[in-house]
C-alpha cells in the first residue's frame, strides 16, 4: 500500500470539522461538539497506524504540482509525525476543554472553525515536503490564528490581534525572501533530496539563513521577536493553550529544524560558523524569558514568558548540532507541548472558577481544587526540569549533548535556566499548597472544580507529561522516537 | 481543428443579446444570461480544446486569410482570458439582477444598462480573439464607450464628471494607438500581428509606430501617472459595473500592450522601455497602496488596490526570461504576470460585489457604516477576506503563485529591486485591506440594522474568491494553457 491519502486524510480530518462547523449555525452546538470530536478521534487513530507503518521504514507521500517542478508535497517521515502526534493528541484534549470553557457564548461556529483550521494548518506544516508545501500552510497558520487570538473582539484582543499581525505578516514577507532567494538558485526545495547548496557563496548562504531565522523567529518567539506572544494573552484560555503548546510557537521552531536539518544539513550549519550564534541567541532567549517571567505578577503572563524561554530549548538543541542535543531538542517538543497545555488548562480553569488570575490570588486553593491544583504543580514541576518529569528528561539530554559536541558553557545555561524556572515557579505551588486560603474566597454554586469537561483534560495533560518521563525508556516515547529520527534521518 | 463555432460564439452572442436587449426589454435579462452562459461554455470548451491538443485555434472568417481577410484565433492566453472574461461576467450579470433587472416597467438604467454590459463583454472577447491591430482598434473603442457609458449610468453630476474625463483619457489613448497602428501599417503593409512579427526590423518609425500604441494602451490601462481616471470613475459607477470596470477593462488593453511587446516586436523593445514600463509599474504599486491606505470608503479603497494591482502586470515586462536557466519550469514571471491578471480580476470582482452588496444593506460604503456587517453578511465577509488573500498574495492562491514566479525571475537574475516592490507592494496591501477588514469584523452597535439584500450577491462574490484561491492549487493547468502558442520572448526575455 502506497499510503499516499493517509497525509491527506489527517489534514482533512481537522479541515472537514473545520468547514463543517462554519456552516452549521450557532444552535446546533451538540452536532458541533460531536463534528469537531470525531475528526479529533479519527486523526489520532490515522496517526496511530501511520506511527506503526513508519516505524517500519514507510514514507508515504503525496503530490500536487503547481507549475512544472514546483510541487505541493505531503510526505509523511519520522520528524513530522512526531509533531502531528502532538497535535493530534492535544487537538482532542483542546476540544474537550474548549467545548466546556466556552459554553453557550456567541459566535462557536466561528470559533471551532478556524481553530480547525488552525489544526489543519499545523499538521499541513508537519507534513510539508517542500519548502513552498511550508510556506502554504505557514501562512494559512498566520491567517487562521487571527481570528481566534480576537475572538472576544473587545479593544484588548484587536490590540493584540493587530499586534500579532504586525509581526507575523513582515515575517513572512522575511521567511519568503529567504525561500525565494535560496530556490532563485536552487531550484524547488524538497527536504527528502537535499539540495545543492554549492551555487551559493558562503556570505549570501549565511544571510539566507538569518532571515529563514528571523521569519521564523516570530512564531517561535525567539528575542527580540517574542513581542507579540504575551499581547496575545487577550485569547480565550484555549486558544492560548493551543497557541503556546502546538500551533503556533512550535510551527516555528519545527521549521527551524526542518531548516537546519534537511534544508542546510548540520554539517554546513557548523561549517558556516552559524550553529554557535544560533545556540548563543537561543540561549539569551532561554534566560531572558525566564527573568522576564520572574517579573509579571498575573499567571498568563507568567505562563507566557515562560513559553518564550521553553520554545528555545527545542532551538538550542537543533543548533548545538550534535546527536544528543537534538534529541533533547526534540523530545523538548512534545514535553514542553504536554506540561505547558497542562499549565494553561489550569490557569484557565483557576481564572474561570475562582476568578484567580495573580499569582497573590492562589493561597491556599490546593485543597479547594485538589485535581486542578495537582495537574498544575505537575506541569510546574516539569518546567523546573525535577526527575522524573518530562522536563527532567530533555533538560538532562540537552546537557549531555552539548557537553559532548564541547559547548560546555550551555551546562551553565542550563542550570542557570533551571534555577530561574523554580524561582518563579515554585512560589506559585508555595502558594497553592501552603498558604492560608482568604476568608472572602466564595465558591461558585455547584463547586470549583466543574465541569469535567475542564477538569478531565488538564489532568489528562499533567499526567501525560508525568508519564513520558517515566516511561522515557520506551521505544514509543517522545524521546525514543526523537533517538529514531536523530539515528535514522540526521546520523552522519 | 477546434469547431469554428468556438471562436465566433463568445463575440456573436453577446452581441446578439444586446440587440435583443434592446427591442426586447423584457427579455433583458434572460437573453445576457443565457448569452453570457453561452460565451462561458464556448470559453471552456475552448480552454480544454487547446489544453487536449496543444495548439491554438485559429478562424479565417469568410476564408479569406490575413492579410485580405480578418482572423480570429485563440493561443493559450486568449482562452484564459476569455474563460475569465466570461466567468466574472457572468457572475457580475447575475448579480445585476436585482439594480437593473424587469420591474414591470422600463426605467432608464435598466434599460440601458443590459445593452452596454454585453456590448462590453463582446468588445472584451473580440479583443482576446484578434491576432489584428485594427481589430484590437475596433474592441478597444467598443470596449471604452460602453464603459465610460456605464460609468455615467448613474446620472448623477458626479458620475458624469467621472464618465467625462474617462472619456478624454479613454479618447486621447485611442488616437495614440490609432496613429501607431497607422504607422505600423505604413512600414510594414499589414497589421496582422503573425505577419509583422515576420518581418520587424530595428527602426524609428517602429519605434515611435509601438511607442505611441503603449503610451495610448498604457492610459487605457490606467497605469501610473495615467490613472487618474479610474478611482473617480468607480465613485460614481454603480458596483456592478465597477466590478467590470476594475476587474475586465484594463485587462483587455494590457492583453494588446503583450501582444505588441511579446508577440509582434519582441527583437524591438530594448532595456529602456522595459525599465520605463517596470518603473512605472512599480510606483503605481506603491502609490496606489498608499492611496488605498488613505480612504475612507470601501469603493475607493478598492480602487486605488487596482491601482496598486495593475501595476504588477507592467513588471512583467524587466521581468521576462528572468529565471530562464534557474528553474525547471517557462517562461515563470511572464506566466505569473498572465495568472496574475486572471487572479486579480477575479479576485477585484469578487471585491466590488461585496461592497455593493454591503452599500445595499448598510446605506453607504464609508468604513463607518459598514462596520460590524459581518454578523448580517458572514458570507459576503467571508468572500471579501479571501478575495483580499489573493491581492495580498498570500498562499494558497492565486495571486501568491504570481507573486512566487515573479519574485523568482527577480531574484535569479539580479533584478532585487523589482523583488523588493512585489514584497512590498504585498505588505501594502495587507495595511490597506486590514482596515476594511478590521472593520467589517467588528463587534456591530446594538441598535444598528442593516437592510437584508438577496443571498446571491452574497454567493456570487463568495464563488468568485474561491476560484480565484483555488487558481493557486490547482494550478497546473491553467500554467500548461498559458505554455500553449505563447511567444519565445515570453521564456528568453524582451531585448
Redesign the interface.
Known amino acids: 500500500m502506497t499510503g499516499g491519502v493517509l497525509p491527506i486524510l489527517i489534514v482533512l480530518a481537522a479541515l472537514v470539522p473545520a468547514l463543517i462547523s462554519f456552516a452549521l449555525p450557532e444552535r446546533h452546538a451538540r452536532l458541533r461538539s460531536i463534528v469537531n470530536l470525531s475528526g479529533a478521534v479519527l486523526k489520532l487513530g490515522l496517526v496511530a497506524y501511520l506511527l506503526l507503518a513508519v516505524a517500519d521504514g514507510a514514507a508515504p507521500e503525496a503530490r ?7 510541487d ?1 508535497l505531503l510526505r509523511v517521515d519520522a520528524l513530522a509525525l512526531l509533531f502531528v502526534t502532538l497535535s493530534g493528541v492535544l487537538w482532542l484534549i483542546t476540544t474537550i476543554y474548549a467545548i466546556a470553557y466556552l459554553g453557550d457564548s456567541p459566535n462557536l461556529s466561528r470559533f471551532f472553525g478556524f481553530f480547525g483550521l488552525c489544526v489543519a494548518a499545523t499538521t499541513g506544516i508537519a507534513f510539508s515536503g517542500t519548502l ?1 508545501t511550508f ?2 500552510f505557514y ?2 497558520l498566520t ?1 487562521s490564528t487571527w ?1 481566534l487570538v ?1 475572538h472576544k ?1 473587545n479593544e484588548k484582543s ?1 490590540a493584540a490581534g ?1 499586534r500579532y ?1 504586525a509581526y507575523a ?2 515575517a ?2 522575511v521567511l ?2 529567504a525561500i ?2 535560496l ?6 526545495v524538497e527536504f527528502a533530496t537535499g539540495t545543492d547548496l554549492s551555487v551559493l557563496g558562503e556570505t549570501s548562504l549565511q544571510m539566507i539563513f538569518w532571515l529563514f531565522i528571523a521569519g521564523l523567529g516570530v512564531k517561535a518567539a525567539l528575542f527580540p521577536l517574542h513581542g507579540w506572544l504575551p499581547a496575545a494573552m487577550a485569547a480565550p484560555a484555549p486558544v492560548s493553550a493551543l497557541l503556546h503548546a502546538v500551533a503556533v510557537v512550535k510551527a516555528g521552531a519545527f521549521g527551524i529544524i526542518r531548516i537546519i536539518y534537511d534544508v542546510f544539513g548540520i554539517a554546513t550549519v557548523s561549517a558556516l560558523g552559524l550553529a554557535t550564534p544560533l545556540a548563543i541567541l537561543a540561549s539569551f532567549t532561554i534566560l531572558y524569558g525566564s527573568v522576564r517571567a520572574l517579573e509579571q505578577s498575573e499567571i498568563k503572563k507568567r505562563l507566557a514568558f515562560s513559553t518564550v524561554s521553553q520554545v528555545s530549548y527545542i532551538i538550542l538543541g537543533a543548533a548545538l548540532a550534535g546527536p544528543i542535543a537534538a534529541i533533547g531538542g526534540l523530545a523538548h517538543l512534545v514535553h514542553q507541548g504536554l506540561m505547558k497545555i497542562a499549565l494553561f488548562f489550569c490557569a484557565g480553569i483557576y481564572a474561570e472558577r475562582a476568578g484567580i488570575e495573580t499569582v497573590e490570588a492562589l493561597d491556599g486553593i490546593g485543597p479547594r481544587m485538589p485535581w486542578t491544583s495537582v495537574a498544575f504543580t505537575l506541569g510546574a514541576m516539569g518546567m523546573i526540569g525535577i526527575p522524573p518529569m518530562a522536563g527532567f528528561v530533555s533538560k538532562f539530554y540537552l546537557g549531555v549533548g552539548a557537553v559532548q559536541t564541547g559547548a560546555n558553557w550551555v551546562v551553565v545555561v542550563l542550570a542557570t535556566s533551571s534555577l530561574l524556572n523554580a524561582a518563579y515557579f515554585l512560589p506559585l505551588v508555595y502558594r497553592i499548597w501552603f498558604l492560608p486560603a482568604p476568608e472572602d474566597r466564595a465558591a461558585p454554586a455547584d463547586g470549583f472544580e466543574r465541569p469535567l469537561g475542564l477538569i478531565v483534560p488538564a489532568v489528562i495533560a499533567a499526567g501525560a507529561a508525568l508519564a513520558v518521563g517515566l516511561m522515557a525508556g520506551s521505544p514509543l516515547s517522545p524521546l525514543g522516537w526523537a533517538t529514531l529520527i536523530v539515528e535514522r534521518d540526521y546520523l552522519p | 481543428m477546434v469547431h469554428p463555432a468556438l471562436l465566433v460564439a463568445p463575440i456573436a452572442a453577446p452581441l446578439l443579446a444586446a440587440l435583443l436587449a434592446i427591442a426586447f426589454p423584457r427579455g433583458a435579462v434572460a437573453a445576457a444570461l443565457s448569452a453570457v452562459g453561452v460565451a462561458l461554455v464556448a470559453s471552456l470548451v475552448l480552454v480544454v480544446e487547446v489544453a487536449r491538443t496543444g495548439t491554438g485555434a485559429a478562424l479565417a472568417i469568410g476564408g479569406w486569410p490575413p492579410p485580405l481577410g480578418i482572423a480570429l484565433e485563440a493561443d493559450g492566453l486568449s482562452a484564459m482570458f476569455l474563460l475569465a472574461a466570461s466567468t466574472i461576467g457572468l457572475g457580475v450579470l447575475v448579480v445585476a439582477q436585482g439594480p437593473f433587472g424587469w420591474t414591470g416597467r422600463e426605467t432608464r438604467k435598466g434599460y440601458s444598462f443590459w445593452p452596454l454590459a454585453l456590448c462590453l463583454l463582446a468588445a472584451l472577447n473580440a479583443i482576446f480573439l484578434s491576432r489584428d491591430f485594427f481589430n484590437f482598434y475596433v474592441g478597444l473603442e467598443l470596449l471604452s464607450l460602453s464603459a465610460v457609458a456605464l460609468v455615467a449610468l448613474d446620472g448623477k453630476r458626479e458620475a458624469i464628471e467621472a464618465a467625462l474625463r474617462y472619456l478624454m483619457f479613454a479618447l486621447v489613448g485611442s488616437l495614440l494607438y490609432l496613429l501607431g497602428a497607422a504607422l505600423l501599417y505604413a512600414q510594414y503593409g499589414t497589421l496582422d500581428i503573425g505577419l509583422i512579427a515576420a518581418s520587424a526590423e530595428t527602426n524609428g518609425p517602429t519605434l515611435v509606430a509601438a511607442g505611441l500604441m503603449t503610451a495610448g494602451l498604457a492610459a487605457k490601462t490606467a497605469l501610473f501617472p495615467l490613472h487618474a481616471w479610474l478611482p473617480s470613475a468607480h465613485t460614481g459607477a454603480p458596483a456592478v459595473a465597477s466590478a467590470m470596470l476594475s476587474a475586465l477593462v484594463p485587462k483587455a488593453s494590457f492583453f494588446i500592450l503583450v501582444r505588441v511587446w511579446f508577440d509582434a516586436l519582441p527583437g524591438q523593445a530594448g532595456p529602456g522601455l522595459t525599465l520605463v514600463l517596470g518603473t512605472m509599474g512599480a510606483v503605481a504599486i506603491v502609490y496606489g497602496s498608499i492611496l488605498a491606505l488613505l480612504q475612507e470608503r470601501l469603493k475607493l479603497i478598492i480602487a486605488y488596490s487596482t491601482v496598486a494591482q495593475l501595476g504588477y502586470l507592467f513588471l512583467v515586462f524587466p521581468l521576462a526570461g528572468g529565471d530562464s536557466t534557474a528553474q525547471p519550469w517557462f517562461a515563470g514571471a511572464w506566466t505569473g504576470g498572465m495568472v496574475h491578471a486572471v487572479s486579480h480580476g477575479l479576485a477585484k470582482a469578487a471585491m466590488f460585489l461585496c461592497a455593493g452588496a454591503m452599500m445595499a444593506a448598510a446605506g453607504g460604503d464609508k468604513l463607518s457604516d459598514v462596520r460590524g456587517i459581518v454578523a448580517k453578511m458572514p458570507l459576503a465577509t467571508f468572500a471579501f477576506a479571501l478575495a483580499a488573500v489573493t491581492l495580498m498574495g498570500l498562499p494558497p492562491s492565486g495571486g501568491f503563485l504570481a507573486k512566487y514566479l515573479m519574485l523568482t525571475a527577480a531574484f535569479a537574475s539580479g533584478a532585487w529591486v523589482w523583488g523588493a516592490v512585489v514584497l512590498a507592494g504585498g505588505l501594502l496591501a495587507a495595511l490597506y485591506l486590514y482596515r476594511p477588514l478590521a472593520s467589517l469584523f467588528a463587534p456591530a452597535d446594538p441598535d444598528r440594522t442593516f437592510t437584508s439584500v438577496p443571498l446571491r450577491t452574497e454567493l456570487v462574490p463568495l464563488a468568485l474568491a474561491l476560484v480565484a484561491v483555488l487558481l493557486g492549487v490547482a494550478s497546473q493547468f491553467p500554467y500548461d494553457i498559458l505554455q500553449v502558442g505563447r511567444s519565445v520572448a515570453a521564456e528568453a526575455g524582451l531585448e
Open positions: 500536487l504540482s503547481l507549475a512544472p517542478g514546483l505541493l513552498i510556506f502554504v501562512e494559512m491567517l481570528p480576537v473582539q484587536f493587530r499581525l505578516l513582515p513572512s514577507a519568503l525572501i525565494i532567494w530556490e532563485s538558485a536552487t531550484g524547488p
